[in-house]
T-cell receptor
Framework: KAGVTQTPRYLIKTRGQQVTLSCSPI?????VSWYQQTPGQGLQFLFE???????NKGNFPGRFSGRQFSNSRSEMNVSTLELGDSALYLC???????????????FGPGTRLTVL | GQQVMQIPQYQHVQEGEDFTTYCNSS?????IQWYKQRPGGHPVFLIQ?????EVKKQKRLTFQFGEAKKNSSLHITATQTTDVGTYFC???????????FGEGTQLTVNP
């Protein structure tokens, strides 16, 4: 099975611009989560989508948004970019087992966003 | 909200020495997961613990979940250079995919 893929892998933007990142989950996985990874803040949960609906949301401003398509592919958008948005954005997919515990997350390689 | 703390932040060992990283949550966890991230890579799932007092082993790696389900540890016996990377614990909830990650312990192994 192919792993989680993310595009683009690297991106350079300037302050004030917006950006859209894409994630294709492992085939059969219907949940997609997004995380921001920075040296100072570590790995922080952005949001999770399941069956095209946002199921969970982290503590990020409204400039960060996402969506999921019927084929489970997901996109996240960041508007009005700030310097502090420079980070590695990781997408993770999971097979929803409904077993009463958090499902195993399979991470993609990430998109490295640099805001100048 | 839930906070997960992990120590130490860095650990340098000689090849063959043991290594332990500790994880502590501010709240009782439903489950805890451990991930490894190699330099330049992405987090890779290692294991999930769900029961109070649970201990699981994977070859040289031993994972423990505390009795109160608020702390956990990962112990590596006789480290090898292939163990290099950052080890993260992540607290999970009763459903969904949201994980609260610890800060990670960056392990370097000198040959």
């Amino acid at each position: 099975k192919a792993g989680v893929t993310q595009t683009p892998r690297y991106l350079i933007k300037t302050r004030g611009q917006q950006v859209t990142l894409s994630c294709s989950p492992i085939s059969g996985h219907r949940s997609v989560s997004w995380y921001q990874q920075t040296p100072g803040q570590g790995l922080q949960f952005l949001f999770e989508y399941f069956s095209e609906t946002q199921r969970n949301k982290g503590n990020f401003p409204g400039r960060f948004s996402g969506r999921q398509f019927s084929n489970s592919r997901s996109e996240m958008n960041v508007s009005t970019l700030e310097l502090g948005d420079s980070a590695l954005y990781l997408c993770a997919s999971s097979f929803v087992t409904g077993g009463g515990h958090t499902d195993t997350q399979y991470f993609g390689p990430g998109t490295r966003l640099t805001v100048l | 909200g839930q906070q997960v703390m992990q120590i130490p932040q860095y650990q340098h060992v000689q090849e063959g020495e043991d290594f332990t990283t500790y994880c502590n949550s501010s709240t009782t966890l439903s489950n805890i997961q451990w991930y490894k991230q190699r330099p330049g890579g992405h987090p890779v799932f290692l294991i999930q613990l769900v029961k109070s007092g649970e201990v699981k082993k994977q070859k040289r790696l031993t994972f423990q979940f505390g009795e109160a389900k608020k702390n956990s540890s990962l112990h590596i016996t006789a480290t090898q250079t292939t163990d290099v990377g950052t080890y993260f614990c992540a607290g999970g909830e009763t459903s969904g995919s949201r994980l609260t990650f610890g800060e990670g312990t960056q392990l370097t192994v000198n040959p």
